[in-house]
């Protein structure tokens, strides 16, 4: 693997190895020395053009756990604010000899500029673009489900036959779309459940289900419920009535959490509006594996990194 810019790119193999190569970078958590020699002597650049916590820390301790050198490159307070292009501020970093760049963008599709317009000549891991795809997010999902369904017996499997909802903000959602071509090549059976008006436009071209009634999809008794984030800061106008609506009709809450199955794992990508598309008593549930899907990140990204620098599994 080159690049990785979309789950859609991801072949079932391919998904399933970056999986088991997970699980290896995982056995390095519990050792009193954490780091691998990996990618020792070479550099690579998180370039964040966008607000990111968990993301940038993540992919920063997995470089570090690999023994690469990291660069952090933040827009905020660059020569971005003078001006300068997506373009210029790549070549201008891989000049000092950056051997990856690992990039979050406001825009959909930066990632797979820099990647193919030959401005850069080194592996891009995308971070997050737009409201395109966010494949490593995905990536610590599926791994998640698969480690709390599968257990230690995890290694080469898929989803096959779960059934996973997502269920919010799908419209706005890199994490949805990503989501819904990982998960369906693993095998997952994947529902949306969101207002019409946060529905995706182009809806025949995603192999999931779309649905605008949360409650009918939750007595099903799905395996997975992952609550999106409600997308404020890429809302320019009304996309439901109030806040307060969209929490009664489409959210997490108490009362529709003490419905769902004990088995039904509670899933969100942070950060939580938590009020409004989840409640606090599923979030902090037994059933939740928000920070779960925090501490996995790390072993995802390791496996990322390792295969595009390396052109190998773990
Ligand atoms: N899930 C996610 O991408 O979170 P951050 O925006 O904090 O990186």
Redesign the pocket.
């Known amino acids: 693997m080159r690049h990785l810019l979309s789950t859609a790119d991801l072949a079932r193999d391919e998904a399933i190895g970056l999986l088991d190569s997970s699980e290896d970078m995982a056995t390095t958590a519990d050792r009193a020395h954490k780091k691998l020699p990996a990618l020792r002597g070479l550099t690579i650049v998180n370039l964040f053009f ?9 992919f920063e301790v997995a470089e570090k756990r690999l023994s690469a050198d990291v660069i952090n490159f933040a827009a905020k307070g660059s020569s971005v604010s003078k001006g300068e292009s997506l373009k210029d501020t790549a070549q201008t970093l891989t000049a000092m000899g950056v051997d990856a760049v690992v990039i ?1 963008h406001g825009a959909s599709g930066a990632a797979y500029q820099l990647a193919n317009r030959g401005w850069i000549d080194v592996p891009v891991v995308n ?2 673009d737009g409201t395109h795809e ?1 494949p490593t ?1 995905a990536l610590l999902d599926a791994y998640t489900i698969r480690k709390r369904v599968h257990g230690s017996s995890s290694r080469g499997k898929g989803l096959d036959g779960l059934r996973v909802t997502i269920v919010g903000d799908i419209a706005h959602s890199r ?1 949805a779309r990503s989501n819904a071509w990982l998960l369906t090549t693993l095998g997952a059976e994947v529902t949306m459940v969101a207002p019409p008006t946060l529905l995706p436009h182009a809806r025949e071209s995603f192999p999931v289900v779309m649905e605008s009634d949360l409650d009918a999809v939750l007595a099903t008794n799905p395996d997975a419920v992952m609550m999106l ?1 409600i997308q404020k800061e890429r809302m320019h106008h009304a996309f439901f009535p109030s806040e307060r609506e969209f929490s009664q009709l489409w959210g997490l809450t108490a009362e529709r959490f003490a419905r769902l199955s004990e088995r039904t794992l509670v899933m969100h ?3 939580m509006n938590r009020g409004l598309e989840i409640c606090s008593e599923a979030a902090d549930s037994p059933q939740s594996t928000v920070i779960e ?1 925090v501490a996995n ?1 790390v072993f995802v990204r390791m496996a990322v990194l390792y295969s595009v620098l390396t052109g190998s599994e773990a």
């Not at 966008?50 to 993540?58: A, K, L, Y």
């Open positions: 966008e607000d990111s916590t968990r993301t940038r820390i993540s979050r971070a997050g966010h997010q994490v984030r990508p942070g950060p899907q990140g």
